[in-house]
């Protein structure tokens, strides 16, 4: 069967330091992979998907990146992070097919100080 | 224009009764598939029902059903006979066939479940 794992599940960083959140996908090949932040109460906000090694699509610009260095594995990162980066960041994933949802990580809590 | 909107920020029901979840989207897409998840406080998102745009019937998991009305573009969450752990937040997401890696999602609706 097939899992994803995310972490850290909580991160308190300050003000202008580096980021890093990995996650990594279990038991399917070529997955579709997708990074979405989560304000407190609200909707989910798409940041980045992947439909392949290297092939990375941004969808709200920012100081975030994201890459797939391998083929089950996608990375967020950030080189200086800013206040409004807190927040909830889910991971998930998905095959392509019409029928089928995506399947989300546990999260990251990030706060920022 | 927004693909899904969840109207209703916040829904109270009574132990035990049947609760309807608001979904509207729009697509010109003729080919779609739309998805509900429930959310609870500890954060992870649970995968609830799916319906796809071509399906004749209402889909249906256990306690949970899609009231799809095709022409009105609405796909409404029935969740029969609700439960103290039903309390949660729960999104309405969309497939289109045209852009097929996006899933658009709603704000979502926070469901308390009232003993």
């Known amino acids: 069967s097939q899992t994803i794992h995310q972490w850290p599940a909580t991160l308190v960083q300050p003000v202008g330091s580096p980021l890093s959140l990995e996650c990594t996908v279990e038991?399917?090949?070529?997955?579709?992979l997708y990074w979405y932040r989560q304000a407190a109460g609200r909707g989910l906000q798409l940041l980045f998907y992947s439909v392949g090694i290297g092939q990375i699509s941004s969808e709200v610009p920012q100081n975030l990146s994201a890459s797939r260095p391998q083929d089950r594995q996608f990375i967020l990162s950030s080189k200086k992070l800013l206040l409004s980066d807190s927040g909830f960041y889910l991971c998930?994933?998905?095959?392509?097919?019409?029928?089928?949802?995506?399947?989300f990580g546990d999260g990251t809590r990030l706060s920022i100080l | 224009a927004q693909k899904i909107t969840q109207t209703q920020p916040g829904m109270f029901v009574q132990e035990k009764e049947a609760v309807t979840l608001d979904c509207t989207y729009d697509?010109?897409?003729?080919?779609?598939?739309l998805f509900w998840y429930k959310q609870p406080s500890s954060g992870e998102m649970i995968f609830l029902i799916y319906?796809?745009?071509?399906?004749?019937q209402n889909a249906t998991e256990g306690r949970y059903s899609l009231n799809f009305q095709k022409a009105r573009k609405s796909a409404n969450l029935v969740i029969s006979a609700s439960q103290l752990g039903d309390s949660a937040m729960y999104f309405c997401?969309?497939?289109?066939?045209?852009?097929?890696?996006?899933?658009?999602f709603g704000s979502g609706t926070k469901l308390n479940v009232k003993p």
């Open positions: 998930a994933w998905s095959v392509r097919e019409r029928n089928q949802p995506q399947h």
């Open positions: 997401a969309m497939r289109e066939d045209q852009n097929f890696n996006k899933f658009y």
């Open positions: 697509t010109s897409d003729p080919s779609y598939g």
């Open positions: 319906q796809g745009s071509y399906d004749q």
């Open positions: 038991g399917t090949s070529n997955p579709n």
